[in-house]
């Protein structure tokens, strides 16, 4: 299985499934990261936390933790 975490940067890739649970899942969803949406990796921060990702036109930035409940293909 291959998360959001394993991504490299500048590469896109689509979201095949969430595996959060309750206000995980639901925060995710709420960014706009849902099944069948494409997500590039833009940058990390220096320290490797968080990920910088464009999401339907606009950025947001993501802990390590919560993308790797991310699958994606």
Known sequence: MKTLRDVKI???ATVV???G???IKR???DMGITKG???KVR???PLGDPLELTVRGYELSLRKSDA???EVE
């Open 43 to 45: 940058k990390v921060a």
């Open 10 to 12: 500048g590469h896109s």
């Open 37 to 39: 949406i494409v997500i």
């Open 21 to 23: 649970e309750g206000a």
């Open 27 to 29: 925060r995710i969803m």
């Open 68 to 70: 790797e409940t991310i």
């Open 17 to 19: 499934k969430l595996h």
